[in-house]
Structures are given as structure tokens and as C-alpha cells.
């Protein structure tokens, strides 16, 4: 089932050009190399922790997990990686 969007002239503009071929990719194979190591950097899970963490703390994080539908380990090293990235914001 096809979905039906209404697009403005600029977008409809945009949809005809990619239609007929005239968008091109401007990557590079350096640049390609550069994120295809980054990517594999970001994935790689070569260390292993242990933490200790109240109950409550527990219970909170694996409830956040299976509404993200994700594993609550996946969740926690999520939450850590945006914090030292500097993308994880306190609600103030």
C-alpha cells in the first residue's frame, strides 16, 4: 500500500529531480572509510562492568528499556555514551 503525501511545490520539485536521477551522492571514499570506522568504534563492545545500583534505580531502568523495546544493558550504555558526548540533557 502506496502512502499519499501532500507536498508543497518545493518538495514536489525536489521528488521530480530525485525521480529522474539528478541527485547525486558527493561521498567520498575518504570520508566513507573515515565513517565506516567511526560506526564500528561506536558498536564495538569489547568491555565488560559491573555496577551496583539501588533496586528502585533497577526497576526504573528496565521499565524505560521495554517501553524503548530495547535491552535495559543497551539502555544504560546509551545513556552513558550520550553523557560523555555531551548529548545527554538534565531536565531542569
Not at 51 to 71: C, G, L, T, W, Y
Amino acid at each position: 500500500m502506496e502512502k499519499k503525501y501532500k507536498l508543497d511545490p518545493e518538495e514536489q520539485e525536489v521528488l521530480k529531480d530525485f525521480e529522474n536521477d539528478e541527485y547525486f551522492s558527493i561521498l567520498t571514499e575518504e570520508r566513507k572509510s573515515k565513517i565506516v570506522a567511526t560506526a564500528k568504534n561506536t558498536i564495538a563492545k569489547n568491555k565488560r562492568i559491573n555496577i551496583r545500583m539501588s533496586e528502585r534505580d533497577f526497576d526504573r531502568v528496565q521499565v524505560k528499556a521495554i517501553e524503548e523495546n530495547i535491552p535495559y544493558q543497551t539502555l544504560i550504555g546509551s545513556i552513558i555514551h550520550k553523557y560523555l558526548d555531551g548529548r545527554y540533557i538534565e531536565k531542569q
